[in-house]
């Protein structure tokens, strides 16, 4: 049935493939920069990860006005200003984020300060308060993951307060993301596992949840098949250039699919548990999926069946009598999570992480009650349900 109205919006050029790194000084040119700055960690420059990128500005006019590489794991608006302040004093005119997904966050954020001055964030923070475009951005990423090199939020934390501050705008967006296979090739097994099952989700669920549209489907459903068709190929083979390639468009393509349709309940939850809990954010996708699909199928289960395609292939959907498609492809999840499990030792249940007690699940289920994300689940959520769900992923 074609869905009533919708709009579907994605500004970010992607250039991809086996030398998408030696693009960036022509692209920075053509947007009239000639000082980028790099926002990058420690572990990405201690993993010379950035050696490419600078031997890619050797024989160009462009120069890099400076490397800032203090982002911690979770960035703060210390990080933010801190990163500004350097920009300012090393006269950049443009960032390039290399990184996953806090010095993403970070890089936008500082973007914000270089463009309007001075060094109060929390006036832009919520929806849409940047009055005008920003300095030139490029993201590229290291995990492919967090599709945050094509979405138009960041967070960062306020270690003041305690909390953490969420930024929405369109401006926010980068002006390219470069996926270069290079940038992931020293994943260790257990963070590209993790980090395709985050992608994985943002898939599903913008597949599943009820603001979907017949173009965010088309780049989820070639998201799910990339990952299926690749993930365990480069847990067997880490150094299979073509496919670390695929994994990195499939986590753009779910980044693009879910900052056009929302996600739902595995990201309500996730949230909150890596809040109480401290778990990385893929981890806690990884943790929900098979048991939020399951609690959504009443209502969803046509969608949930359309997922057996993209995930088994066309024999095995071909040969599974309609009515017992969405539990064959829930069925299908819980042994690709069984075999990441063999192969890398990511947990698939609250209890195997050893960081959580059924003692938290009243407060986990509180904050998944009041994230925003639980709005757009196809089904709606009680208190109970989410214990409930809770409890069948302990």
Known sequence: MAKPYYEFFCPVKVIAGHAALEHIPFELAAL??????IITDKGVRANQLLAPIEAAFESTDIEIGVIFDDVPPDSSLETVRAAAQAYRENNCDAIIAVGGGSVIDTSKTANILVSEGGDDLLKYSGAHNLPRPLKPFFVIPTTSGTGSEVTLAAVVSDNQ???KLAFASNYLMPHAAILDPRMTQTLPPHLTAMTAMDAMTHAIE???????????DAYATAA?????KSLFDVLDNPSDANGRLELAQASTMAGIAFSNSMVGIVHSLGHALGAVAHLPHGL???LFLPYVLE???????????DLLLPLAGADIYAQTPANQRADKAIEMLMTMRDHI???TKLPRTLSETGKVS?????EIAEKALNDGSIIFNPKEATFKDLKSILEKAW
Request: glycine share 4%; hydrophobic share 35%.
């Open 206 to 216: 913008a597949y599943t949840c009820i603001a979907a549209n017949p173009i965010s």
């Open 284 to 286: 806690c996708m990884n």
């Open 358 to 362: 059924q003692a938290q699940f009243d």
């Open 161 to 163: 307060k305690n909390v």
């Open 341 to 343: 499990n063999s192969l």
């Open 295 to 305: 609690y959504n199928k009443d209502v969803n289960g046509n969608k949930i069946a």
């Open 224 to 228: 799910i098949k990339k990952i299926s």
């Open 32 to 37: 009239g920069a000639k000082r980028p700055m």
